[in-house]
Nanobody
Framework: QVQLVESGGGLVQAGGSLRLSCAAS????????MGWYRQAPGKQRELVAL???????NYADSVKGRFTIARDNVKNTVYLQTNSLKPEDTAVYYC???????????????WGQGTQVTVSS
C-alpha cells in the first residue's frame, strides 16, 4: 500500500502565496514522476506541474513563472510553491506519484486525497 498525504492548502488573497506539500509513504521501492493536478468546480482535472526523479520539471502554461515544483527524494516528498495566485487558481489540488513497489514491478499511479486552495479577489 502506498499513501500520499497533502498539506498546505488554504484561503489566500489574490497575489498571495501558498506552499503545498505531499509526502508518500508505504511500500515504496522507488518513485518516478511526482506532481500536482487540480480540479475546479465543474471542470475536469488538469495538470499543474510534474517533476522527474532527476529533478526535471514540467509546467502547465497557466502556471509557468508563478509556480515552482520541487522534490526531496530522501523524504519521498514533492512541493509546490504557488506565487502570484489568481482567483482562477482556486481548485482542489491533488498530488500524484508513479510508484514502483518492488524491484521487479512496474510503476503504478497513486493519488492523494486533495487539498483545497481558495484564492479570493
Amino acid at each position: 500500500q502506498v499513501q500520499l498525504v497533502e498539506s498546505g492548502g488554504g484561503l489566500v488573497q489574490a497575489g498571495g502565496s501558498l506552499r503545498l506539500s505531499c509526502a508518500a509513504s508505504g511500500s515504496i521501492f522507488s518513485i518516478n514522476v511526482m506532481g500536482w493536478y487540480r480540479q475546479a468546480p465543474g471542470k475536469q482535472r488538469e495538470l499543474v506541474a510534474l517533476i522527474t526523479s532527476g529533478g526535471t520539471p514540467n509546467y502547465a502554461d497557466s502556471v509557468k513563472g508563478r509556480f515552482t515544483i520541487a522534490r526531496d527524494n530522501v523524504k519521498n516528498t514533492v512541493y509546490l510553491q504557488t506565487n502570484s495566485l489568481k482567483p482562477e487558481d482556486t481548485a482542489v489540488y491533488y498530488c500524484v506519484a508513479w510508484v514502483v513497489v518492488t524491484a521487479t514491478s512496474t510503476a503504478a499511479r497513486y493519488w492523494g486525497q486533495g487539498t483545497q486552495v481558495t484564492v479570493s479577489s
